[in-house]
């Protein structure tokens, strides 16, 4: 069994090689002007502050290390149509020959979502959340976050909702390997809401709205994602059949349940 891996996790740790070593390359980029990066991070930020606030730091490196937290982001950012490229180059073996075609739309539309969400983030979410978070209170506190947290509390945000919005692609590559289908979808959608919600509440500030600002477009992106599986790997005729026939008996089951109930009790009165 080990023998039959040890050329997958050859071809593993080639592609992981690949991109760790393009991130690098994009961190000392981008790490040589950091600065600009990080004024574009905390402008957000700034917006929300009330008079009398200012970032600051509270340990002597930690603005050295918050500049390679930045460059890192921004560097990983700029790797995604690599990243994406090595892994379909990963899992293109299993593929068919056609199938393998599709390298070019794949890294285009996954770094495209992810992208998307991240900019959703930005300028949807970030502001309405930090400035509930920031305001808070602020009666009785002055606000002086610190560099370091926000950073890495800015770019797990950003991250989540890049992720969050890779739903539809990842449910094209695991539609084509005939995975999921549309009627999978469908009956997963109840748990999928309840899922989407409890994400949201994990990955985002403990405010409602930002919540809601999460879970929405995810929900609307899971019906996206239904379509997709319709249109690469729809359901067949006999698995639709087979549910019908499925719900019909459960619902005569019921009825025969309610029926014995009903005589049940007429028989004790």
């Not at 890779?166 to 999921?180: H, N, R, S």
């Not at 698995?239 to 089951?253: A, G, L, R, S, V």
């Amino acid at each position: 069994m080990l023998d039959e891996l040890k050329p997958h996790l050859v071809e593993l740790r080639k592609r992981l090689g690949i991109s760790v070593a393009v991130v690098f390359v994009m961190f000392f980029v981008c790490f040589s002007f950091w600065e600009p990066l990080l004024q574009w991070m905390i402008a957000p930020l700034e917006e929300v502050l009330p008079a009398g606030s200012s970032v600051i730091f509270t340990k002597v490196q930690e603005p050295f290390f918050t500049a390679i937290k930045v460059a890192f982001f921004a560097g990983f950012i700029l790797s995604l149509p690599v990243i994406f490229w090595q892994f379909w180059l990963f899992v293109a073996p299993g593929l068919y020959e056609h199938e393998k075609h599709l390298v070019v739309p794949f890294v285009f539309f996954a770094t495209l979502m992810f992208l998307s969400g991240a900019t959703f983030c930005y300028y949807a979410v970030i502001p309405i959340g930090f400035d509930f978070l920031i305001n808070f209170g602020d009666a009785l506190f002055t606000a002086l976050p610190s560099i370091g947290e926000y950073v890495g509390f800015f770019t797990k945000l950003l991250i989540a909702f890049g992720i969050a919005f890779e739903m539809p692609v990842i449910t094209f590559f695991l539609a084509k390997l005939g995975l999921v289908d549309d009627k999978t979808l469908k009956g997963f959608f109840r748990y999928a809401v309840i899922f989407i919600f409890i994400f949201s509440a994990l990955l985002t500030p403990p405010d409602v709205i930002t919540q809601f600002l999460m879970a929405g477009p995810m929900i609307i992106l899971y019906g996206v994602s239904i379509l997709i599986a319709k249109s690469v790997n729809p359901a067949s005729e006999d698995q639709e059949e087979e549910e019908e026939d499925f719900e019909e008996d459960e619902e005569e089951t019921k009825k025969n349940k309610n029926t014995e109930d009903e005589e049940d009790e007429n028989d004790i009165g």
